[in-house]
């Protein structure tokens, strides 16, 4: 007779046996088939990276002729846009420099009239060669009318700019004899020694000073002594304060 076969599990134990089975299972074993499938991915992966490679080397040439047509026309649009760019920027270039070309010349030649005028009215300083004439006239015998003269004779010489003492001469300059027995110049007494500048042609205006019958012939009639001297430079330094015409208008001028 046998004995009882005690069919109770014991728990932890078929537990721990459970897991085990569970662990081999799942761990990787190099089988054929598991070889054989790692080649076929190695080999795939190889073969996709290749035409990768391949692809991005080739570039155009793998493109078919219509396709390359079709780039080479696209080239050649935007080739002749840029062309049309450059030369309407050329044309700018070139309109923008003949404009301040002009300009410039322009504003150059205003500033020339604007300084010849300054000097014509007195209103700026100029220098230049000339002459200066010197009267002594220690009996006070010269009048007015010499002094009248002698500007006279140099604006017929070419004087550019002259001045009288400390009077600059203009168009409105006038003379008179004053009761002290001084010159007055546009209302400014002037005493002897006469001191008059020119700016001009030295020579001619020391000619012009120095004709038989003139100036100096007339000062030493008088008494009186002239001396002329050229100089390299002569300085006008007096100026005019001008005031502005009450009546006189310029008048509007048209452009053609």
Known sequence: MTEPHDATPSGPRDAHHAWSRLRRAGSPRLSRSNLFAMVLALALGFAIIAQVRQTSLQGLETLREDELVRILADVDQDGDQLSGEVRDLQSSLELLKSRTTGEQEAQRAAQERLDALAILAGTAPAKGPGILLRLEDPQRQVRQNLLLDAVQELRAAGAEAIQVGDVRVVASTWFADTPEGDISVSGTS????????????????????????????????????ASVDIRDEVEVDALLSVTAPQYARPVPTTTP
Not at 206 to 225: K, N
Request: overall charge positive.
């Open 190 to 225: 002037v005493s002897p020694p006469y001191v008059i500048r020119a700016i001009g042609d030295p020579n001619t205006l020391a000619g012009a000073m120095q004709i038989p019958g003139g100036v100096t012939a007339t000062a030493r009639r008088v008494g009186a002594e």
